[in-house]
């Protein structure tokens, strides 16, 4: 485990401040040291332990399995990666929905296990108290409305949030309640870009959109979609920045086909 007395560049103040002077915010998710380390270099401002880590590191079809104990394993390897960005690691999908104290208790074991800069649960006023109790405490929390993964069996899809009027008075409701609970910051996850526009206008702190338009305050996607290594999952709000399966698939049939034709290793690749 890294220090957990270390500090980085980046903290909750900066982004206040970068919300008021109008700077946008880059966001994006990892689950591994070489990852993090790597998006931490070219100058990602927040890096999200999400938990799309069930989904792209551990293959499960949803968020729910991954455990706490696997959120601050993942944690602890990231952070040795990360020098600059703040890290915040998602809590798992019955670490606080049983309510305030509990989530209390899972938090502050993420804070006490892991040198990340604060803990991301998703919802409204369901977990508002939750809110309330962990930042009292000194944790900073990151708040999450819209689509929230965890609650998928209650939606039965990941469709588009907010789009009766009355879901979109719920999710600016929610996002309000979130911000007074203590939150420094809340990801909007696929809702219209209208209803993203007016909650960034309506909130002091920073929103951070995934599928929610280009109004927010910052923008998050999952690391391996954005680098095209999750080409089965393509929701209209990723962008390919990179296409790391050819560039693998690639790299993995040359070394292939090398080892067979006995052209590696040479004799200076040897000793
Ligand atoms: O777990 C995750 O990667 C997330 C982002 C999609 C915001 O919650």
């Not at 509990?102 to 006490?112: Q, S, V, Y």
Request: with cysteine.
């Amino acid at each position: 485990m890294s220090s957990p007395g270390q500090f980085r560049k980046i903290t909750t103040q900066t982004f206040m401040i970068m919300k008021q002077k109008g700077i946008k915010i880059s966001a994006l998710t990892a689950y591994d040291f070489i990852t993090a380390k790597l998006i931490d270099n070219a100058g990602v401002d927040l890096i999200l332990v999400g938990d799309s880590l069930s989904n792209v590191f551990q293959g499960n079809l949803t968020t729910l399995p991954v455990t706490m104990d696997e959120m601050i394993y993942h944690t602890n390897a990231v952070a040795k990666g990360v020098q600059r960005a703040m890290i915040i690691t998602d809590m798992p999908f019955m670490s606080y929905q049983p309510g305030a104290d509990e989530a209390f208790r899972n938090a502050g074991r993420i804070m006490k296990e892991t040198p990340s800069g604060g803990v991301k649960l998703e919802g409204g006023k369901n977990v508002a108290d939750a809110i309330f109790k962990i930042t009292s405490a000194g944790i900073p929390v990151m708040g999450h409305v819209g689509l929230t993964p965890q609650s998928i069996h209650q939606f039965g899809s990941y469709r588009e949030r907010g789009t009766t009027d009355e879901e979109a008075e719920g999710i600016l409701r929610d996002a309000k309640i979130v911000e007074e609970a203590g939150a420094f910051c809340v990801v909007l996850e696929k809702i219209p870009a209208k209803l993203a526009k007016k909650i960034s206008e309506m909130l002091k702190i920073p929103t951070i959109g995934i599928g929610a338009g280009m109004h927010c305050d910052g923008q998050i996607l999952v690391t391996p979609d954005m680098l095209g290594l999750n080409k089965e999952f393509k929701p209209r709000f990723v962008r390919y920045y990179a296409d790391l399966t050819t560039e693998i698939e690639n790299a993995v049939k040359k070394f292939t086909e090398d080892v067979k034709s006995s052209s590696f290793p040479t004799e200076q690749e040897s000793y």
